[in-house]
């Protein structure tokens, strides 16, 4: 039988630790799977077996053939419960004795251990129990690789202007759309309720009715169930939103993000505005309204500075408008997550990473679940993650002096998954870096020395990855491509963070050396063959075209791109004896392109500029990088003068006009409320 996880944890009975991973199963069913036959563990290197011994006596010590980084041999330290580990990892490491993965937390080392990502097979006998499902002690799991379609119900909270009083909440999901409201009078598509206890009631006993797997909201951990729980508290009830009987708790960890997370077990509580920028989905801001109109091309039934105002009037005047605006918001959640495929991306980042849906955008767990699976493959422990702060200079991308000015067909070429790419061609990994010079070692531009003989995890990580994406692309599968995107994109990052595991400023530098010495490489080629380069910026080359003709232009993009290439994949087998696996790619045309001077200057201004794109069937669209049209910080009106000058620019058409109509209409108060 095949299941999915959505809560890894763990529990102590009768002076045990136990296992427990909540789960959906394929036949819809929710489950429990219990195992007690394990204990936690971490490692400590073989010379300081003897003082663990002496300061330790109650654990037990199991020597090996693991080895840390520098090949030392390490012995296994378990203790007897997983609280046990944090109080003696910190009396060893005050006596000078190094703890090895002793911040791995117990359920998630489990499934690390057994290479369980996301989904498993589980074998054996079970019982069932009430609102858990079916249990499951001490079965056989195997690895799985299993899409589940798991319910999701949408809720949304309506209280009075200071949050003490729960006025209504919306439900939508699962085969079910109705609020329940704190109301004497009988309303179309609602429950009226006599008081906040009852409404409290009555949604918990819908919970265990519809039975979600994932309960989701806007900003509905910090707000919704958060001010629902404090209402419970005040009625003398426990809110208990997860398949057991544990209370809801918001926990907020500062490892995770900004944002709180739901601690119920047996279902998931997914934040759809946490998705949205887990998944780097770019708005103007957040705000429900927001990505409403912008990905489903409708508003919210009330907005507005004075939205809470609106809400006391309709509770008390017109319940049955507040009734219909409450089940649209909730509406409005369900029908973003369905059109921009969040929920199902959450589940193929679980598959690949293993991480929980509501962790999936936690970049260095994620890296860190796949890299001490492939370690321990090799034999090899990897250090405990530090508690004390940690940085390091990192040097960013290469950005090229922009030439300003206003050009025609301007062609974007861009290297693709840059840094992975440099990782899996370089052979750049943590196992690979020497310290000191070796024989046939490869030297990056930063002094940084690798190994040739050894091949590192990464570059095998970023191969195997690569290829799933590919295979992906071609089977139509889009969500599942762009989660093993942003997995590969984070690889890089983890080796600069101080929080990681992975922290090796070395290679992190390396990577980002190499990606300037690239892209340098790659415009000079191209200013060889006789074209302008107007601008690069990490892995990107602005290049004039110097053609009036935009199917010309076109035409001479493809042998450009293949020129390009093929030189850098010779500069590197020429000077580091690599064969290249980075690939050029021509991303886009612009039909116009704008690149600003520095304000009081006469020299070109890096990261920001403007372009006209043409796109299939003659669609026009102007695009922004760093310019007021597209930053939070200035006023819509400041964007709607630039977004309309650059209009008629791009179409050589005078501005005068434009200029004088929109001063008067600014003087005149038209465009008042666009101000601020």
Known sequence: MRAFILNPTYRVVGGRPEVHLYASLETGEPCLIV????????????????????????????????????????????????????RLRRRLEESGVECLEADIRFAYRYLI??????????????????????????????????????????IDLETSLDGRRLYSMA?????????????????????????????????????????????TGWNVVDFDLTVTA????????????????DEFEARRETSYGAESRAIVYGRLVLDALSLMRGAFIRLQDYRLETAAQALLGR????????????????????????????????????????????????VQRS?????????????????????????????????????????????GGYVMDAQPGLYKNVLVFDFKSLYPSIIRTFNLDPLTLVWEPAQDSLVAPNGARFRRDVRGILPDLVASLAGEREKARKAGQPVKAHAIKILMNSLYGVLGSGASRLFFPQVANAITHFGQLL????AEFAAREGYRVLYGDTDSLFVDSALADPERALSVAEQLRSRIGEAVGGFVRERFGCESCLELEFE???????????????????KRYAGLLVEAGGNERLEFVGLESVRRDWSDVSKRFQNGLLDLVFHDQAVEDFVRGFVAGLRAGRFDRELV
């Open 35 to 86: 195992d007690d036959r394990v204990r936690p563990y971490f490692f400590v290197r073989e010379a300081d077996a003897k003082t663990v011994n002496r300061m330790a006596s109650h654990v037990v010590l199991e020597s090996g053939e693991l080895r840390t980084f520098a090949g030392e041999p390490v012995a296994r330290v378990s203790s007897a419960l997983p609280g046990d580990v944090p």
């Open 113 to 154: 251990d057994r290479g369980i990502r996301g989904a498993l097979e589980v074998e054996g006998p079970h019982e069932y129990q009430e609102s858990v499902g079916r249990v499951y002690r001490n079965p056989v799991l195997r690895p799985a690789h299993w899409v589940p379609r798991l319910k999701v119900l949408s």
């Open 171 to 215: 439900l939508h999901g699962a085969g079910f759309s109705r609020v329940l409201i704190v109301h004497d009078r009988a309303l179309e598509g609602a429950e009226s309720l006599p008081s906040e206890a009852a409404l409290i009631r009555r949604f918990l006993e819908l919970l265990r009715d519809l039975d979600p797997d994932i309960i």
């Open 230 to 245: 404090r209402a419970a508290r005040r009625c003398g009830l426990r809110l208990a939103v997860g398949r057991t009987d």
């Open 299 to 346: 508003c919210k039934l009330l907005a507005g500075d004075h939205r809470a105002e609106e809400i006391e009037r309709l509770y008390r005047d017109d319940p049955q408008r507040l009734v219909e605006y409450n089940l649209e918001d909730a509406r409005l959640v369900t029908e973003i997550l369905e059109r921009t495929g969040l929920i199902d991306l959450a």
């Open 351 to 395: 598959l690949l990473t293993g991480m929980p849906l509501d962790r999936v955008s936690a970049a260095i767990a994620s890296v860190d679940s796949l890299y001490l699976g492939a370690l321990r493959q090799r034999a090899i422990v990897a250090p405990s993650v530090s508690g004390a702060s940690r940085e390091a200079q990192i040097t």
């Open 519 to 522: 892209i340098r490489t790659a």
């Open 588 to 606: 886009k045309m612009y039909r116009r392109f704008f690149l600003p001077e520095v304000r009081g200057g006469k020299i070109g201004s890096k």
